[in-house]
């Protein structure tokens, strides 16, 4: 399914998904997302990223299956922060699947780790450039443990374009970690925007 729709366009294709369905369970949550709940969305990392063609965001057929996956979590009573944990853990042949909109589904990732992390200073070597060194020198020596300082894990967590932290971890972060952490700063990107110091896509 190739699409390509505005957010005001994208909303009403979501209006014609959801059709004839119950409305969430909670009465203060919308049956159909306006389109400031689909930049909001965005922010928490329930959404892709629009594409940008000039000042204009452009949506498709994968953020039509991931609000229609919103709503209908919703409408089983399912909070955002529930949603958090489940979605973005969805690939396109799920997604298809629990929504009924066509993907061009791809197989899935090999690895299970959401993209919610990244680990700035933890980066590998590329493959030909590890090969190629082991190919030509000897094998180090093996160093003393005081010869260089222990590994710290750094994390990085994107809150929305542009906006990202990072720090230090005691432990493993997991996915209820970055639910948590992306809930927690909406006052924050609220306040940026309210500033100016950041912009959200134009509709």
């Known amino acids: 399914m190739s699409a390509s729709w505005t957010i005001r366009e994208l909303c009403e294709q979501v209006e014609e998904q959801l059709a004839g369905e119950d409305a969430p369970a909670n009465g203060q949550v919308r049956a159909v997302p306006d389109e400031r709940s689909v930049r909001y969305y965005t922010t928490l990392g329930l959404i892709d990223r629009p594409e940008l063609r000039g000042r204009t965001a452009i949506y498709g057929a994968r953020h039509l299956a991931q609000l229609v996956a919103i709503k209908r979590l919703q409408s089983e009573g399912k909070t955002l922060a529930e949603i958090q944990q489940s979605l973005p853990a969805m ?38 450039e590890s090969a190629s060194a ?29 906006v990202r932290i990072a720090f230090e971890t005691t ?10 952490l992306l809930s927690a700063a909406t006052p924050l990107l609220t306040e940026l925007l309210r500033r100016h110091l950041i912009t959200s896509p134009e509709p």
């Open 91 to 128: 690939d396109d042949h799920a997604l298809a699947r629990f929504t009924g909109v066509a993907l061009a589904t791809r197989p899935p990732r090999a690895s299970s780790r959401r993209d919610f992390w990244r680990d700035p200073e933890m980066e590998l070597a590329p493959p030909h």
């Open 171 to 180: 432990r493993p972060a997991t996915d209820a970690d970055a639910a948590a």
């Open 134 to 162: 082991s190919a030509s020198a000897p094998a180090p020596a093996p160093a003393s443990a005081s010869a260089s300082p222990p590994l710290v894990p750094v994390l990085e967590l994107t809150l929305a374009p542009g």
